[in-house]
């Protein structure tokens, strides 16, 4: 396939940040350009939209956040679902078939647009159990590839040399590098060192994005998904992000002396000490100051706080949700989770498309 006005973005691999990044890419573009399309040729993650479509979840961010006019199924035409490999290997889908269909979908949004993003899964060998690689669909295209790789200099090259290697064999052009969540205080010596060892495949540095602790810090939103639960009170405060979590298990009384402000509290359903202990601080520190405490609470057990307990926690309202477990059992999740970004969560993402749209060569991007 020709050449066309597009960049394909690629990773290293999972939570890279490569959605972020095409966050600020897509920002950047549409003030270069008056139309810009997106386009996620190979999905997983799906979430269902209008007349019951299902698409990439990254597919509904951008056509709702920037108010794209392109239809949901051209920017998310094949998704692999639970149990997609074994139909394909089974011979119940046909490769063919969705090789056609991605190139439809890609060559109705390019040619509706001036500038195309198409953004791929994983890092540049997902899907290649099924013969659509990002490295495979972006050589299908005729598309040039970015790869954003974790800020760092050894890690960062030897992950690149693996995804590089997939690339050259097939065929597809390396236009360059973006590094994401770069250490502020180690960004000079980066930006000094990293293209000298990217010379070595005479490829440029396109940005160098700095670490940001808010793009990378879950809200009460995630938890509600992440537990699959509503919050109980304070939705307004749904999207605020807290980077301090605080088990507790300790008597009310040493409690009492260490609550800290603008951090989520996790405690079992049960424990109505430590609940309305912390109810009350948020009490006090609104009628002397004026201002909200900040804090949170994340209920743990199977058991449900108590009516009365829950009748307290709504009129105070700070945002606070059940999940059904032990408390060691919720720590672990979110120890181990990583936050993604989501359309309502409107001020992580404009934080997102300020911090990487600020440290893109734009200019090298799309020449």
């Known amino acids: 396939m020709s050449k066309t006005n597009g960049i394909f973005i690629a990773a290293t691999g999972q939570h890279v940040g490569k959605s972020t990044t095409c966050l600020g890419i897509m920002a950047g573009l549409r003030k270069r350009f008056d139309r810009v399309g997106f386009v996620k040729p190979?999905?997983?993650?799906?979430v269902e939209v209008e007349n019951g479509l299902h698409v990439d979840k990254d597919v509904e961010l951008m056509h709702e956040f920037f108010h794209l006019d392109d239809h949901y199924a051209d920017m998310s035409p094949v998704l692999l679902p639970r149990g997609f490999t074994k139909r394909f290997l089974a011979g119940e889908i046909a490769e063919d078939e969705l090789?056609?269909?991605i190139n439809r979908a890609y060559q109705r949004i390019s040619s509706k647009n001036?500038?195309?993003?198409?953004?791929?899964?994983?890092h540049v060998g997902v899907g290649s159990i099924v013969g659509f690689s990002n490295a495979q669909v972006a050589a299908q295209l005729g598309l040039d590839l970015v790869i954003v790789a974790s800020g760092g200099l050894g890690s960062a090259i030897d992950e690149l040399a693996l995804n590089l290697a997939m690339c050259n064999e097939c065929g597809v052009n390396?236009?360059?590098v973006i590094l994401n969540k770069?250490?502020?205080?180690?960004?000079k010596m980066i930006l000094e060192n990293f293209p000298k060892a990217l010379a070595r495949w005479n490829l440029p540095l396109l940005g160098c994005i700095p670490y940001?602790?808010?793009?990378s810090t879950p809200s009460m939103g995630d938890f509600e998904?992440?537990?699959k639960t509503k919050l109980i009170a304070g939705e307004q405060h749904r999207y605020k992000h807290f980077s301090r979590r605080r088990m507790v298990a300790s008597g009310v009384d040493n409690y009492q002396k260490a609550i800290r402000p603008n951090q989520i509290i996790m405690t079992p359903a049960t424990r109505d000490d430590i609940i309305l202990a912390t109810l009350e601080k948020h009490w006090q520190h609104k009628l002397q100051t004026g201002r909200d405490f900040g804090g949170a609470m994340i209920l743990t057990g199977r058991r449900n706080p108590r009516a009365t307990i829950i009748e307290h926690i709504k009129k105070v309202n700070i945002p606070v949700l059940h999940a059904r477990m032990r408390n060691y059992d919720a720590m672990h999740m979110i120890s181990t989770f990583t936050a993604k970004i989501r359309k309502d969560d409107v001020q992580k993402v404009?934080?997102?498309?300020?911090?990487?749209?600020?440290?893109?060569?734009?200019?090298?991007l799309i020449a």
């Open 212 to 215: 940001n602790d808010q793009l």
């Open 114 to 122: 001036q500038f195309t993003v198409v953004e791929g899964t994983g």
């Open 42 to 46: 190979v999905g997983q993650q799906h």
């Open 99 to 101: 090789a056609r269909c």
């Open 182 to 187: 770069v250490i502020p205080e180690k960004r």
């Open 174 to 176: 390396l236009k360059g």
């Open 225 to 227: 998904h992440l537990f």
């Open 350 to 364: 404009q934080k997102a498309i300020n911090v990487v749209e600020a440290h893109v060569n734009f200019d090298a």
